[in-house]
T-cell receptor, first 114, second 112 residues
Framework: DVKVTQSSRYLVKRTGEKVFLECVQDMDHENMFWYRQDPGLGLRLIYFSYDVKMKEKGDIPEGYSVSREKKERFSLILESASTNQTSMYLC?????????????FGAGTRLSVL | DQQVKQNSPSLSVQEGRISILNCDYTNSMFDYFLWYKKYPAEGPTFLISISSIKDKNEDGRFTVFLNKSAKHLSLHIVPSQPGDSAVYFCAATTGTASKLTFGTGTRLQVTL
C-alpha cells in the first residue's frame, strides 16, 4: 500500500513564527504536492514538485515556500505564519507521466495560527 | 476561475437509496476525471475514475458517468450506506499532466 506520512496531525503556532510541515512518501513517486483545504473552497494547490530540487507554484503560493532535497520528502515552509494560514494542509504524491493519474494523500496537518 | 465546480455543498440521502453527486467543468482539455472521498481528520482517498473515451465506469456500488458535450460528470452510489457519509471531491486533469484540478466538494450524509 502507498503510504504518505505527514509529520504532525495538529500544530498550533503563533503569528510570525516559521513553520515547517514535513511529508514523506514510500512509493518512489516522482511528484509531490502540497494543498490546503478550507470550507467551501475545496483543495487548492500551493506548490508541487516533479523531481528533487524542482518545484512549481500552484494556485496559491503566496506566503509559502517548499523544499525537496530527497525524492521521498517534501517540506512546506511558512516563513512568517499569519492567521489566514490557519487551515488543513494535505500532502500528496503520484507517479509522473501516467494516464491514470492518481494522487495519494497523507492524513493531513491541521494548523492553527494564533 | 473555478474550472471544476460542485454546485451542491451538501446532500442528504436515506440508507439504501441512490446518491447522485454532480460535477461540472469548463476546460474542454480535461480528459481524465477522478472522484475522491474524504472522511474528517483523514486525507482524501481515491474512489473511481473515468477517461474521456468512455461515458461510464463502474466499480461495485459506485458508477461514474461522463457527458462530454455537457461537460458534466456524476457519481452514483447504489445502495447508499451510512459509511458513505463523507465529503466527495471530483477532480480533472489533461493527458499525462501531473496536476489535478479539484472541485469544492459535496458533503454526503446517509441517514438511517
Amino acid at each position: 500500500d502507498v503510504k504518505v506520512t505527514q509529520s504532525s496531525r495538529y500544530l498550533v503556532k503563533r503569528t510570525g513564527e516559521k513553520v515547517f510541515l514535513e511529508c514523506v512518501q514510500d512509493m518512489d513517486h516522482e511528484n509531490m504536492f502540497w494543498y490546503r483545504q478550507d470550507p467551501g473552497l475545496g483543495l487548492r494547490l500551493i506548490y508541487f514538485s516533479y523531481d528533487v530540487k524542482m518545484k512549481e507554484k500552484g494556485d496559491i503560493p503566496e506566503g509559502y515556500s517548499v523544499s525537496r532535497e530527497k525524492k521521498e520528502r517534501f517540506s512546506l515552509i511558512l516563513e512568517s505564519a499569519s492567521t489566514n494560514q490557519t487551515s488543513m494542509y494535505l500532502c500528496a504524491s503520484s507517479f509522473q507521466g501516467r494516464i491514470k493519474n492518481i494522487q495519494y494523500f497523507g492524513a493531513g496537518t491541521r494548523l492553527s495560527v494564533l | 476561475d473555478q474550472q471544476v465546480k460542485q454546485n451542491s455543498p451538501s446532500l442528504s440521502v436515506q440508507e439504501g437509496r441512490i446518491s447522485i453527486l454532480n460535477c461540472d467543468y469548463t476546460n474542454s482539455m480535461f480528459d481524465y476525471f477522478l472522484w475522491y472521498k474524504k472522511y474528517p481528520a483523514e486525507g482524501p482517498t481515491f474512489l473511481i475514475s473515468i477517461s474521456s473515451i468512455k461515458d461510464k465506469n463502474e466499480d461495485g456500488r459506485f458508477t461514474v458517468f461522463l457527458n462530454k458535450s455537457a461537460k458534466h460528470l456524476s457519481l452514483h452510489i447504489v445502495p447508499s450506506q451510512p459509511g458513505d457519509s463523507a465529503v466527495y471531491f471530483c477532480a480533472a486533469t489533461t493527458g499525462t499532466a501531473s496536476k489535478l484540478t479539484f472541485g469544492t466538494g459535496t458533503r454526503l450524509q446517509v441517514t438511517l
